[in-house]
């Protein structure tokens, strides 16, 4: 018949610091139970490649971050001067039944855009535009900058081509790394090919018709 050893705890003999178990070895039966003090309910334990072991939470699930905001009312450029699309008053949230975003929605002044977060994001523009003029093309180009607006950097683009009062939609995209809501910004430049052209970007404050929507991937 096996030996049987009770204990309430089990200590390292000799001053020894740990405890091993012999690789290979088990502890079976059908009442065996390990009980590891400390953590919270949920942690897992983490190793850190040397034998040391800390309770961590388990990583979050899903996206970090997402939020749509739209043009309110129509905003008209004027000319080939570049200009920026919106300002502080134009761009609003969306408020559609059924809309929800997850975690901040952000910020605008004058057109330029703050991210709700630091992180990797994806930025994703649509547009419906107007064109009462004769400009052969509207260039509408997405900007990010990492020094509070001092210099911005064009990330992609898209060229609209149009004939008098044509309806046209348009799109451009681009992956982000904001490093800091202070210095890292966006934001919608155009302009056009000649300066007879007043180019109408279509709003609306009841739904989506030019509108960015903003995705967060994860951490910077």
């Known amino acids: 018949m096996a030996s049987k050893i009770l204990v309430d705890e089990l200590a390292p003999q000799s001053h020894a610091?740990?405890?091993?178990?012999?690789?290979?070895?088990?502890?079976?039966?059908?009442?065996?139970?390990?009980?590891?003090?400390?953590?919270?309910?949920?942690?897992?334990?983490?190793?850190?490649?040397?034998?040391?072991?800390?309770?961590?939470?388990?990583?979050?699930?899903?996206?970090?971050?997402?939020?749509?905001?739209?043009?309110?009312?129509?905003?008209?450029?004027?000319?080939?001067?570049?200009?920026v699309v919106g300002n502080a008053d134009t761009w609003a949230v969306d408020n559609t039944s059924g809309y929800a975003s997850i975690g901040g929605t952000g910020s605008t002044s004058s057109g330029v855009f703050t991210l709700a977060d630091v992180g990797i994001w994806r930025i994703d523009f649509y547009c419906s535009m107007g064109r009462p003029g004769s400009a052969p093309w509207e260039r509408l180009t997405l900007q990010t900058s990492i020094n509070t607006g001092g210099s911005w950097t064009n990330r992609s683009e898209v060229r609209i081509l149009a004939v008098n009062a044509e309806e046209v939609n348009g799109s451009a995209s681009c992956i982000f790394d904001c490093e800091s809501t202070s210095t890292h910004l966006f934001r919608m430049y155009t302009d056009s090919g000649t300066s007879d052209n007043d180019v109408v970007y279509r709003g609306s404050a009841t739904e989506n018709i030019t509108y960015v929507n903003f995705t967060k991937l994860g951490d910077t």
């Open 17 to 83: 610091t740990d405890v091993t178990l012999t690789t290979g070895k088990n502890i079976t039966g059908a009442n065996t139970q390990f009980k590891i003090t400390g953590g919270s309910s949920g942690n897992h334990l983490s190793t850190d490649g040397s034998g040391g072991l800390t309770w961590v939470s388990p990583p979050g699930q899903g996206l970090a971050g997402a939020y749509t905001r739209r043009l309110q009312a129509d905003y008209t450029t004027s000319g080939t001067t570049g200009t």
